[in-house]
């Protein structure tokens, strides 16, 4: 790892002064992703500022049907939230699935969504219930902040302070995961929102996660696993890799959102 | 340099190290608490974990400043004297061969046991398995180890 400067943020002000004074500094979470890539000397900032300790960052909330989860919690934490696994039990399934558990009592969602890695479990779900990103500045609807590979609508200096989304009626995320990394190769989430149907797919799409719209229409008019079988799935758009290529993809896409929505509680 | 402080197996101890230090880089080569092992370096096998807080941790994907203040014990620290129940585990069900995941097999045992005992589950074998998933053994095919989880959970509770 190349040498950098670290500082521990004592608040979110805190965050946004040291990242703003830094050349080139980023964001320390969890670091479950960010520590590996300056390990293999991918990334050399020159700063890391360290957001974990922020006291308000951390923590679910369940207020009727809006569920709001700061930034800084872990994996481990949204998986064994009780008021969370009550009011949408399918975002707590989710996180248990997310690494090892060793990886879960680090990995934050903050991190996670940040990151917008195209293979990440959280942008399937955040997509799927149309979730509020909160940051020090502004609020992102998640249709807006997801824009590709990596690579999302916050600004250099902007830290995600939280994310909020209503409890679906209804909704399953199912993986299909690498069986080495473990990373999904194709995740689906389905909900039954207020706004409709929803399917997010994560892992296949070249730009990263994005809605099945044609499987929604499908859903919308009859909400069940069969509803699917007359959806073609394109593999234009998918990616391609030794693990998979696109119409292996594709393939999975409507199996696994198939399992989603057999799976859904 | 940043100066940290922690508690590394019930004793205080304090450094000032470059900022790019590793938690396992500084408990392995300042503290010289060799049994915390460096398998792969990339975040997957697992040998290297201890707890921070209680909670299982990778010590090669964090860093040492970021533990300042905290509570870390290795596998150093497990024992109270002699051995621990599931390093006894370990032992008896000849859970290891070359014996280099072994301490990381038994950081993440004790802390999937504990979580399963607070939240009253019951650590099935399967469950077993799938909390193994950060854990590479590249000698013994799993089957003692997750023998000897089995075998030091139940000597956990008992104990």
Known sequence: ?265 | MTEISMTVNGKAVKADVPDNTLLVEYIREHLRLTGTHVGCDTSQCGACVVHVDGKAMKSCTMLAASADGADVTTIEGIADGGLHPMQTAFKENHGLQCGFCTPGMIMTATDMVKRYQADGKELTEDAIRHELEGNICRCTGYHNIVKAITDGASKMTNA
């Not at chain 1, 890539?37 to 500022?49: C, E, G, H, Q």
């Not at chain 1, 679910?60 to 700061?70: D, F, H, L, R």
Request: proline share 3%; with cysteine.
């Open chain 1, 1 to 265: 790892m190349y040498e950098t400067k670290y500082h521990k943020a004592s608040s979110v002000a805190d965050a946004v002064s040291l990242i703003g004074e830094s050349d080139d500094g980023k964001l320390l979470s969890g670091g479950q992703t960010l520590l590996p890539t300056m390990k293999a000397r991918l990334a050399a900032p020159s700063d890391l500022v360290d957001i974990s300790g922020i006291a308000n960052m951390h923590g679910i909330k369940v207020s009727g049907s809006t569920v709001t989860i700061g930034a800084a919690t872990t994996h481990a934490e949204v998986a064994r939230n009780a008021d969370l696994q009550a009011a949408c039990g399918s975002v707590a399934c989710l996180a248990a699935g997310i690494g090892d558990a060793a990886v879960r009592h680090l990995g934050t969602i903050g991190g996670s969504v940040a990151n917008n890695d195209p293979a990440a479990d959280y942008p399937a779900a955040l997509l799927a219930l149309g979730a509020t990103i909160t940051t020090n500045t502004r609020e992102i609807a998640a249709g807006d902040f997801f824009v590709g590979l990596f690579e999302t609508a916050l600004s250099d200096d902007e830290v995600i302070v939280s994310v909020s989304f209503d409890a679906p009626s209804k909704a399953a995320y199912a993986k299909f995961p690498n069986p080495a990394s473990r990373y999904a190769m194709v995740g689906v989430f389905a909900a039954q929102t207020a706004n409709g149907a929803r399917v997010a797919v994560t892992g296949a799409g070249s730009d990263g996660v994005y809605r099945q719209s044609d499987m929604e229409a499908a859903l919308d008019s009859d909400w069940a696993a069969s509803a699917l079988a007359g959806v073609q799935v394109g593999s234009e758009g998918l990616l391609s890799d030794m693990h998979a290529d696109a119409v292996y993809r594709a393939n999975l896409v409507k199996v696994m959102a198939g399992r989603a929505v057999a799976g859904c509680a």
